[in-house]
Structures are given as structure tokens and as C-alpha cells.
């Protein structure tokens, strides 16, 4: 890691764990620290993943760490297993993991049924031209308000989705196609979408660079 790990939620929302901290990558095979008030922690890389990337490498142990610092909070045991790239939380919680380029994000929650977060490095223009009809649909477009680029609204509405789809999937193996999630409405914190008819709200942090979004379902 190459920051601090912050316990700072950028949300309002009571009852979240928060840990996120900054990366780089590299070739190490286990991510310690020792700054944790509560000891030292350190998380190895499972055997599939010794020969991975370094880029994935550096990924799963930055948002293990994390997730990991987040359940020691909460006061759970800091495991976390696998199914396929999807992690699996301790009974009775409700977790997510994100990354980006260089960001790791982990929130646990006691109190909700299920949590969905997701961070993402703002895209290219290019790129958002090539993907929005993928991502969004007209009547979705016209909601872009007139002083935000392109392509950190469209960045920003991809995240929010993400977020959904991680909440939803802690309780399905099925998760919707991205035109199956309707986005409604924008404001300056959060959104409001659709899902077959059902109303979500995603809250949201934007910049210039990046975007983290944030779903909590059922406190």
C-alpha cells in the first residue's frame, strides 16, 4: 500500500464499516500491515492466484486487506473466501470489495442485508462513445446534466450499476444486464434507478478523476 488505510466513509449512512487505502503494483505475494490499532495483519495470496498478474496480484491483496481490516471492526473474524473472483463474507454480514487503478475499497456492514460498492477511474472520451449505448439507453443519456462531461457521467452511472449488481448478487448467482437498470434521476450525492420497476438509491462521490458509488439495501 502506498497511503494510509482510512476508516473515512464518504456516505452518511450508519452502521457502514469503512476501509479504503491507495496502491501500486508489484510483484509481492503477501500485503502486511502493522498499523492497524487493533495488531498486525497480513494476507497471502491463495495458490491459483501465485502466477497471476502482477496487476491482479496487487488487486486482490489490497481489497483482502481491506475487507479484512473492515471485519476486524466490525468485530468478525477476518476471513473471507472465494467463489470464482466473488467474495464470500462470515455469516451474518454483508460486505463489498472494489477496485480501481490505484484505489482499494472494502465495506462491512452488521445491520444490512446487502452492501454494493464500486470505484472507478473516470474513462476516456473515446471510450465513453464506444460503451454508452452498452451501459445506457437514450432516455438514460438526456439525464447527463448540461456542465458534467460526458464521460464522467457516463463513468459515474457504469460505477452506480456496479455497485447494484455486487448488492444484488449477494443473494442471487443472477444478476440483470446494465439496460436492465434504469437510471431516473440525478442529483448532487446520489441516484435513483429502477430495476424492474423497483426504485433504488446509489450515493455517489464524483471528481474530475474518479468516482466511488455506494448501495445499501435493507437496514
Not at 462521490?205 to 448501495?215: A, D, G, I, P
Request: proline letters at 5%.
Amino acid at each position: 500500500m502506498i497511503s494510509e488505510i482510512s476508516s473515512h466513509c464518504p456516505f452518511d449512512i450508519p452502521g457502514l464499516f469503512w476501509r479504503e487505502g491507495r496502491f501500486s503494483i508489484s510483484q509481492a505475494m503477501t500485503l502486511t500491515t502493522s498499523a492497524d490499532p487493533l495488531g498486525r495483519l497480513e494476507i497471502t495470496l491463495p495458490d491459483d492466484l501465485m502466477t497471476a498478474v502482477p496487476k491482479r496480484r496487487s488487486e486482490y491483496l489490497a481489497g483482502r486487506l481491506c475487507a479484512a481490516l473492515a471485519l476486524r471492526a466490525a468485530g468478525q473474524a477476518v476471513h473471507v473466501g472465494r467463489n470464482g473472483r466473488a467474495p464470500v463474507w462470515p455469516a451474518g454480514v454483508a460486505g463489498s470489495i472494489s477496485h480501481s487503478d490505484s484505489r482499494a475499497i472494502a465495506v462491512v456492514s452488521l445491520v444490512h442485508r446487502a452492501v454494493g460498492v464500486d470505484c472507478e477511474t473516470v474513462m476516456a472520451d473515446d471510450l465513453a462513445q464506444k460503451l454508452r449505448g452498452e451501459i445506457i439507453g437514450n432516455a438514460e443519456a438526456q439525464l447527463c446534466p448540461p456542465n458534467l462531461p460526458f464521460a464522467s457521467f457516463l463513468t459515474l452511472v457504469f460505477s452506480a450499476k456496479e455497485a447494484l449488481f455486487k448488492a444484488l448478487y449477494a443473494h442471487s448467482d443472477t444478476v440483470p444486464a446494465f439496460l436492465d437498470i434504469v437510471l431516473t434521476e440525478m442529483a448532487a450525492d446520489h441516484l435513483r434507478m429502477e430495476l424492474h420497476g423497483e426504485p433504488v438509491q446509489v450515493h455517489h462521490r464524483l471528481t474530475q478523476l474518479e468516482c466511488v458509488t455506494l448501495v445499501a439495501l435493507g437496514a
